[in-house]
């Protein structure tokens, strides 16, 4: 399973972004999916994953009434709408998913290769 992510750049503070993540290869059922994001000098960080179905998402603190994470499962593709950006905001964003390749294997974490946001003026 292949990751491929979108969407990263220098935004001015309060600014926006929209970051896409596509899921492909061999899929039989994709969990939840969404980012984790590492700072430098920091440990990799939960931003925000959403269940298969899309109701349920979980949202790190930080980003909370700013990041709207959505997920279109036709297309294997996850959004995240990242509003109101500060400096603090500014990391390598990984998109991730819990991914099945074949029924009845077991779930594996899928990685994508990390796209930078920088929040700058």
């Known amino acids: 399973v292949q990751l491929q992510a979108y969407g990263g750049g220098l935004v001015q503070p309060g600014g926006s972004l929209r970051l896409s993540c596509k899921a492909s290869g061999r899929i039989f059922r994709i969990g939840v999916m969404g980012w984790y994001r590492q700072a430098p000098g920091k440990q990799r960080e939960l931003v925000a994953t959403?269940?298969?179905?899309?109701?349920?998402?979980n949202y790190a603190d930080s980003v909370k009434g700013r990041f709207t994470n959505t997920r279109d499962n036709a297309k294997n593709t996850v959004y995240l709408q990242m509003n109101n950006l500060n400096p603090e905001d500014t990391a390598v964003y990984y998109c991730?998913?819990?991914?099945?390749?074949?029924?009845?294997?077991?779930?594996?974490?899928?990685w994508g290769q990390g796209t930078l946001v920088t929040v700058s003026s």
């Open positions: 991730y998913a819990r991914t099945q390749s074949k029924w009845r294997e077991n779930f594996i974490d899928s």
């Open positions: 959403t269940d298969p179905s899309g109701g349920t998402t």
